[in-house]
Every structure is written in C-alpha cells, then in structure tokens.
C-alpha cells in the first residue's frame, strides 16, 4: 500500500522560516505535490517535485528526496496568512490523476 | 476565469437517503476526480473520470457512484448514506487527467448526515 507521514501540527511565529516533512511509503510514484488548504476550504496548490532536488516558488519551496523516501515544504517570511493545514500528496502510475494524501500538518503562525 | 465550482456547498441529509453532488470543472479541463475528507484527514480519492469513462476508484463501497457529462461536468450519487459519509466533499480537475497534471480543487460540498 502507500502512505504518507506528516507531523500533525507545527507552530512558528511571523517572519520565521518553518519546515514540514513528509515521509512516504510508496512504490512506482510520479512526484511529490504540496497542497495549502484554510479552514476546509479549497486546498490550493502550493509546489510539486518530479525530480530529487529543491523546487522554489516564491516564499514557498519543496524538496524531494526518493532515496531516502522524504520530502518537505519549506515556508519562508512567515506571515499569519500562513496559518492553514498543508498536505503532501503522492500521484500514483498508471492510476490517473489519483492523489494520494498524507493527513496534513496544522500550521499556526504567531505574531 | 472560474475556477471549479460545486453545488450546494453545504447539505443536511438524514441516515438512508440519497445525495448528489455537482462539479464544474475548470473550462477545458475534461477530466474530474472526487475526493471526500473527513474532519482532520487528508482527502481520499474516490474516482476519476475523463472524456465520460470512469479512469480509477477508490476504496470506496457500491452506494458511491459517479458520472460525467458531454460538458465534462460531474455527479457524485451517495446512496443510502451513513453517519459516517459526514464529509467535505472535493472535486478536482485537470486537463486530460494525466498523472503529471496539477489538480485543481473546488471549494467543495460540505454533507451532513444525521
């Protein structure tokens, strides 16, 4: 099966820079996508990885690494808009636009 | 541009009836995925269509069912619901539903069931 691991909750305070990491347990996956979403609203994309390496967009950036089955979102300049729930997602071979999950890390930015 | 768009965005059912939930994907995107998250999870897929054909299903029991539209529009029917379809309910879209496409999410219906 696949899964995907991420801390439950992360607190840092504005103009900060914070990391959450996403382990995974997955074979035959085509990248790594990250995925912001407030309140249960809409997730919005954030930054996708198809390589190994450092992806960055804008204050957003991510990184991949399949050897060793982890990647994270790095979030830079923290702002108290940033507080949301961020999730990591794996798309699957062969599966489609099938997306598959971790169960998100809860983000609280501090003045 | 609209973004996806879902109907209703929030809905009260009791245990044993039946709902269905619309999506309007992005104009020219032909394929739409479902997604139903439970309070404090990640989203779980349940099915993609593209071009009308259903592309993939989750793990998800015969009372979930779905279709597309010639308008590339979608419909998720839930059928003799239970408590436990309690849910925000997401649908995505994507241009041609490859595996490398971004997906595009709706802000999504809300599904109570008492």
């Known amino acids: 099966g696949q899964s995907l691991e991420q801390p439950s909750e992360v607190t840092a305070v504005e103009g900060a820079i914070v990391q959450i990491n996403c382990t995974y347990q997955?074979?035959?996956?085509?990248?790594l996508s990250w995925y912001q979403q407030h309140d249960g609203g809409a997730p919005t994309f954030l930054s996708y990885?198809?390589?190994?390496g450092l992806e960055e967009t804008g204050r957003f950036s991510s990184f991949l690494s399949r050897s060793d089955s982890y990647g994270y979102l790095l979030l830079q300049e923290l702002q108290m808009k940033d507080s949301a729930s961020y999730f990591c997602?794996?798309?699957?071979?062969?599966?489609?636009?099938?997306?598959?999950f971790g169960q998100g890390t809860e983000l609280s930015v501090k003045p | 541009d609209a973004g996806v768009t879902q109907s209703p965005t929030h809905l009260i059912k009791t245990r044993g009836q039946h709902v269905t939930l619309r999506c309007s994907p992005i104009?020219?995107?032909?394929?739409v995925s479902w997604y139903q998250q439970v309070l404090g999870q990640g989203p779980q897929f349940i099915f993609q269509?593209?071009?009308?054909?259903?592309?993939g299903r989750g793990n998800f029991p015969d009372r979930f069912s779905a279709r597309q539209f010639p308008n590339y529009s979608s419909e998720l029917n839930v059928n003799a619901l239970l408590l436990g379809d309690s849910a925000l309910y997401l649908c995505?879209?994507?241009?041609?539903?490859?595996?490398?496409?971004?997906?595009?999410f709706g802000p999504g219906t809300r599904l109570l069931v008492l």
């Open positions: 995505a879209s994507s241009l041609a539903g490859r595996t490398e496409e971004t997906q595009y």
């Open positions: 997955t074979s035959g996956f085509y990248g």
């Open positions: 990885n198809a390589l190994d």
């Open positions: 997602a794996v798309m699957i071979y062969n599966q489609g636009g099938k997306l598959i």
């Open positions: 104009s020219g995107h032909k394929s």
């Open positions: 269509y593209y071009e009308k054909e259903e592309r």
